[in-house]
């Protein structure tokens, strides 16, 4: 563990223990549901500012307390000796520019599919609205450059999660939970669409934007009030 955590106490130590276990789950679960084959995908969490991350070519079932792995805002390795993710760059940019407190990243085959075809997913369910409205394809650039995290940021402009092209998914949110449901619904909806689109001399009706609209309002609302 770095200087700087150690210097802030057991308190610290403690939440990213906590949040690492909670990561590493998620990873786990990413696989479990087929959003991720192998070590392809990552998850991360940020807690202060230290980014816990998944290593890379580690597969998530191997990974156990004593593989945690962190870097700060800039990407020095502040946790660990495995060598990070090689979606660094994405995950960082998106810390660095959003509220977010936790990503997943997946090459969900739906959602894949998807980014090949169209520069945005067709409103085909009101849901595209808890993730800030229709959602776009980051274009293409190779795996771990600053390049593929420039696209992805322009594609997250007012959303919560975009397609990248040929690539996969990313979604963020103020908690894993968050972060892997929102992959999980993006999945979803395109495998609707997909679904939708390929029945033979029928074009799936599409919501509009005025609708779309008045979905996101409905859903601040939605849910267990304390």
Known sequence: MSSELRETGGEVRE???ERWTALVATARRSVADGLVVGTSGNVSARVGDVVLVTPSGVPYDRLTPADVTGVDLTGRQVLGSLVPTSELPMHLAVYRTTDARAIVHTHAVHATAVSTLVPELPLVHYMAAALGG?????PYAAYGTDELAEHMLRALAGRSGCLLQNHGTLTYGATLDQAYDRTAQLEWMCRLWLTASSVPNLTPSLLT???LAE???RLKGYGQRR
């Open 134 to 138: 229709p959602v776009r394809v980051a």
């Open 215 to 217: 979905v996101g309002e």
């Open 209 to 211: 934007e005025a609708q």
């Open 15 to 17: 939440e990213v223990a």
